[in-house]
């Protein structure tokens, strides 16, 4: 299993991103993906997660409206579109999958990572 983030980078406050998360090793539509991310002093924390069986999408709160998750099954990707960045979204973002079909924000619960990507926004 593999997982490899890409599109991150410095921006300024108000702008968008796009992450991607590039999967192999496994069968991908078959399985829920998260993104998570982890500022510099602070715990892990899930950000967005879409599940497998019907793409339903879920998002912590202080994302909704402002991140959007998909995916492309044909592609083996999944994407994070991230929009009205803020410096609190400052922090190394993860993709990862817990071999489940459906969502969760825990952590511990999954079992492979990509390797994480920086996504800094400041003025």
């Known amino acids: 299993v593999q997982l490899v983030e890409s599109g991150g980078g410095l921006v300024q406050p108000g702008d968008s991103l796009r992450l991607s998360c590039a999967a192999s090793g496994f069968t991908f539509d078959r399985y829920a993906i998260g993104w998570f991310r982890q500022a510099p002093g602070k715990e892990r924390e899930g950000v967005s997660c879409?599940?497998?069986?019907?793409?339903?999408?879920y998002y912590a709160d202080s994302m909704q409206g402002r991140f959007t998750i998909s995916r492309d099954n044909a592609k083996y990707t999944v994407y994070l579109q991230m929009n009205d960045l803020k410096p609190e979204d400052t922090a190394v973002y993860y993709c990862?999958?817990?071999?489940?079909?459906?969502?969760?924000?825990?952590?511990?619960?999954?079992?492979?990572w990509g390797q994480g990507i920086q996504v800094t926004v400041s003025s």
């Open positions: 879409i599940s497998s069986t019907d793409g339903s999408t």
């Open positions: 990862a999958t817990a071999g489940t079909y459906g969502c969760n924000f825990h952590p511990r619960l999954y079992d492979y």
